[in-house]
Every structure is written in structure tokens, then in C-alpha cells.
């Protein structure tokens, strides 16, 4: 079955920067796009980026355009989340999510990964 | 960028209740609208794809309507573990834009 494991806890000061990872599981790696989105505390859900898999292209949200990376390492069907120049309201959980069958959002999510961001 | 304006943020009611929370996107997606219910500490779960279509495992009390621009999710006959907080993701364009609604918390009454 369909499996994504993220890394764990993290906490920052500000100014630096985070990676979090994803690691898929149960369908082939290259085949579905993956997302990134994360939820502060008490807050909604927000929308990061997206790389696909296959052709590495991506795309992400307007506001992070300058501070998102966005990377895979197929041969361990692992996707990276790198976040830049960290400030307290980047504190939130972040999930990785996978692209469903058929269409363009999401059905498979992580864990969730909580980072921390405290001076 | 396509906004979603997701009501109400709140509501209140009891099992057995019927109930509705809209979205509205800022400009037409067609039906490029998912549906997510959200418990504490957990990972959202999609509960309906391309605007009505039911996703696998989730009970027929469920169901979405709209396209374009106004868009719903509506709960039949209430049950005790759907009281939680519920999300509309818009996914239009070439390639996809991504926008999640504000959130609707689904209180007990």
C-alpha cells in the first residue's frame, strides 16, 4: 500500500534554514506528482509547492518562490523540502502529500513534520 | 492566483443534523475541487475529488455539488466522528495552481 514517512521533529532558529524529507513507498516513485503543504498552530491549511517526479518540473506558491526548494532523489524514492531564511511564523507542521489517480490533487499524506521556529 | 473563500468558519450541530459549507473560488475552476476532513494531529483525508465524486472508503452521507465558481459539501444524518474540521483545495490550470479554503471547524452542539 501506499506509504509516505517524513523525518522527524525539527527545531530552528531564525534565519536558518530546514529540510524535511519524505520518504514514498507502494507505487512507483517517478509516476505521481508530490506536494508539499503545512498547517501553523490553531491555523488552516496551506498550500507549499509541487514537484513532479518523473520530469522535475515544479512549481510552488508565490510567497515562498524565493525561500522553497523543492528536490528527489529517485533512486531512494525520497522527496526534500528546504525552506530558507526561517522566521518565527514559519513554525507549523508540514506535510508531504501525493497526487491521486486521475486527477491533480491529493490523497496519500504524510505524517506531518513539525518544525519549530525559536530564538 | 485563484483565492478560495471557504463558509461558514464555524459551525454548530448536532448528530443527525444536516449540514452544508460552501466555497467559493475568485474565478471559474470547472470542477477542479477537492473536499478534506481534517481531525487534531492528523493528516487530512479527502472525502471528494473533481467537485461531486465520492472518494473510496468514504460513507454515501457525504456528497459535493458546484462548478466554477461556487462549489459544496454537504453532511447528511451526522454522525458522532465527523465532527472536525473540513477543507476545499481548488487544483486549475496548466499546470495546477493550488489554493486550500480557510477552513470550516465542525463543532457538537
Known amino acids: 500500500q501506499v506509504h509516505l514517512a517524513q523525518s522527524g521533529p525539527e527545531m530552528k532558529k531564525p534565519g536558518a534554514s530546514v529540510t524535511v524529507s519524505c520518504v514514498t513507498s507502494g507505487y512507483t516513485f517517478s509516476s505521481y506528482t508530490l506536494h508539499w503543504v503545512r498547517q501553523a498552530p490553531g491555523q488552516g491549511l496551506e498550500w507549499l509547492g509541487w514537484?513532479?517526479?518523473?520530469?522535475?518540473?515544479?512549481n510552488c506558491a508565490r510567497k515562498f518562490q524565493d525561500r522553497l526548494v523543492l528536490t528527489v532523489d529517485p533512486s531512494t524514492a525520497t522527496a526534500y523540502m528546504k525552506l530558507t531564511g526561517l522566521s518565527h511564523d514559519d513554525t507549523a507542521v508540514y506535510f508531504c502529500a501525493r497526487e491521486s489517480v486521475g486527477t491533480t490533487d491529493m490523497n496519500y499524506w504524510g505524517q506531518g513534520t513539525p518544525v519549530v521556529v525559536s530564538s | 492566483d485563484i483565492q478560495m473563500t471557504q463558509s461558514p468558519s464555524s459551525l454548530s450541530a448536532s448528530v443527525g443534523d444536516t449540514v452544508t459549507i460552501n466555497c467559493r473560488a475568485s474565478?471559474?475552476?470547472?470542477?477542479?475541487l477537492a473536499w478534506y476532513q481534517q481531525k487534531p494531529g492528523k493528516a487530512p483525508r479527502r472525502l471528494i475529488y473533481?467537485?461531486?465524486h465520492l472518494a473510496d472508503a468514504v460513507p454515501s452521507r457525504f456528497s459535493g455539488s458546484g462548478s466554477g465558481t461556487q462549489f459544496s459539501l454537504t453532511i447528511t444524518s451526522l454522525q458522532p466522528e465527523d465532527f472536525a474540521t473540513y477543507y476545499c483545495?481548488?487544483?486549475?490550470?496548466?499546470?495546477?495552481?493550488?489554493?486550500f479554503g480557510q477552513g470550516t471547524k465542525l463543532e457538537i452542539k
Open positions: 473533481s467537485a461531486s
Open positions: 483545495l481548488q487544483h486549475h490550470g496548466h499546470p495546477p495552481d493550488f489554493s
Open positions: 514537484m513532479n517526479t518523473y520530469n522535475y518540473n515544479k
Open positions: 474565478q471559474g475552476i470547472r470542477s477542479d
